[in-house]
């Protein structure tokens, strides 16, 4: 059981959070709002979520080395919005379409983890590769569309 709620709380919520955050990062774009303006509102955003997080799990510990990797992890995801943003609005390229190619992130951090963190000795690599060559091939097919 506790396995299923951190799956459901660690994957799936996430996965509804993020992509109806792309919707909502669309209707932004297509009402008019430039890139800097956009990144100021969603760090609004992080930061009220991040007040919530804060008084509502208090285990509050950090160091500075650990809030430069995640002042690091801040920079990509910005940089992040701000391609997808471009990709919406200087190329026109449909939602549907940029959501599935940049969720490929998720082989990225598949790739690094079993890389950097040594993950492979606790994974069934076959159902992993497999799964990953799913993502590929959906995410050929969604450009394709």
Same mark, same amino acid.
Not at 53 to 72: D, I, R
Not at 97 to 118: E, Y
Not at 119 to 132: D, I, P, S, V
């Given at each position: 059981?506790?396995?299923?709620? !951190?799956?459901?709380?660690? !994957?799936?919520? #996430?996965? /509804? ?5 792309? *919707? ?6 297509? =009402?008019? =709002?430039?890139?800097? #303006?956009?990144? &100021?509102?969603?760090?609004?955003? =992080? /930061? ?6 804060? /008084?509502?799990? #208090? ?7 650990? !809030?430069? +990797?995640? %002042? ?9 919005? &701000? ?5 919406? %609005? &200087? ?14 992130? %998720?082989?990225?951090?598949? @790739?690094?983890? *079993? ?11 076959? +159902?992993? /590769? ?5 993502? @590929?091939? !959906?995410? =050929?097919? &969604?450009?394709?569309?």
């Amino acid at each position: 059981m506790n396995q299923s709620m !951190g799956l459901l709380v660690g !994957g799936v919520l #996430p996965a /509804f959070a993020f992509g109806i955050g792309a *919707l909502l990062q669309k209707q932004s774009n297509d =009402i008019g =709002i430039g890139q800097s #303006p956009y990144l &100021v509102y969603f760090a609004a955003g =992080i /930061f009220i979520a991040s007040l919530v997080a804060y /008084f509502a799990f #208090p285990e509050n510990s950090h160091s500075l080395k650990a !809030g430069a +990797y995640a %002042t690091g992890h801040g920079l990509l995801f910005g940089a992040g919005f &701000v391609c997808l943003a471009l990709g919406l %609005t &200087v190329y026109a390229e449909p939602i549907s379409k940029l959501v599935p190619l940049a969720n490929m992130s %998720t082989l990225v951090s598949v @790739v690094l983890g *079993l890389i950097v963190f040594s993950e492979y000795t606790r994974m069934n690599l076959g +159902y992993l /590769f497999g799964g990953a060559a799913l993502i @590929v091939i !959906g995410g =050929i097919l &969604v450009a394709r569309a």
